[in-house]
């Protein structure tokens, strides 16, 4: 079985190299750059290689409803301003850190690309988003999903969906299900799925 391993800026990710150490910091900034550089001093002090946040345009991602909702209200007083991001990621290169990016509508991930994410991770609702998957592989950068309720079919074509675009890698996070029920999450986190994965995906390329 052939190893396969992925770069993103100096550090390698895969088979035998040592683990990647990710603070899923999502939306915990709560819209306020301050907080959002705690965090990231927080994951360089704690010894993580990188910082995933997401990334949302209010215009393009909500679900039921049109600006003056409660929803869409939520999502903008959350956002941070472009100029607020750019210092972030001027802040993780000097506190040697990685800042990647989770978008959640093509607009997001357009930002996300301009502001120079190194690597970016797809949010597990958009692993049968055809757009999404293809957006993302047309980057050329590496691409991480998570395989939340997928089957093994399902992930293995978003794998050969992004790779079709362009996308390095990509990486399959075995991730347990977001639910309630506490024995049906740890029945979903079974380890020995990551050794299945492996076996399907690392002859295509994939991590």
Same mark, same amino acid.
């Given at each position: ?12 990710? @895969?088979?035998g190299?040592s ?6 910091v @999502? ?14 001093r927080? *994951? ?13 345009d209010?215009?393009e991602?909500?679900?039921? @409803? ?12 959350? !956002? $941070?301003?472009?100029g ?14 990685? $800042?990647?990016?989770? %978008?959640?509508d093509?607009?997001s991930?357009?930002?996300?690309? !301009? ?14 988003? %055809? ?8 980057t050329g $950068? ?8 997928? !089957?093994?079919?399902?992930?293995? *074509?978003?794998?050969?969906?992004l790779?079709?675009?362009? *996308?390095?890698? %990509? &990486?399959?996070?075995? !991730? ?17 799925? &990551?050794?299945?994965?492996? #076996? #399907?995906?690392?002859?295509?390329? *994939?991590?």
């Amino acid at each position: 079985m052939k190893a396969t391993t992925i770069e993103v800026r100096d550090r390698r990710i @895969g088979y035998g190299e040592s683990i990647f150490l990710t603070a899923e910091v @999502g939306c915990s900034h709560l819209g306020s750059a301050e907080k959002m550089e705690l965090l990231l001093r927080a *994951a360089a002090e704690a010894g993580c290689d990188g910082v995933d946040t997401f990334l949302w345009d209010p215009e393009e991602f909500y679900w039921d @409803g049109v600006p003056g909702t409660e929803r869409y209200d939520l999502y903008k007083k959350l !956002s $941070l301003q472009r100029g607020e991001w750019e210092d972030m990621h001027r802040l993780a290169v000097d506190l040697g850190i990685i $800042l990647y990016h989770t %978008p959640l509508d093509p607009v997001s991930l357009e930002l996300a690309v !301009s502001l120079g994410t190194p690597m970016l991770n797809l949010n597990s609702d958009d692993m049968q988003n %055809p757009i999404m998957l293809d957006l993302a592989g047309k980057t050329g $950068l590496p691409v991480t999903f998570h395989d939340i309720g997928a !089957s093994l079919g399902e992930a293995e *074509a978003a794998v050969n969906r992004l790779q079709q675009a362009g *996308a390095q890698g %990509p &990486i399959v996070l075995h !991730s347990t299900l977001e639910s309630g029920d506490t024995d049906e999450a740890y029945a979903c986190a079974h380890l020995r799925v &990551i050794n299945t994965s492996r #076996a #399907a995906f690392d002859r295509i390329g *994939a991590v």
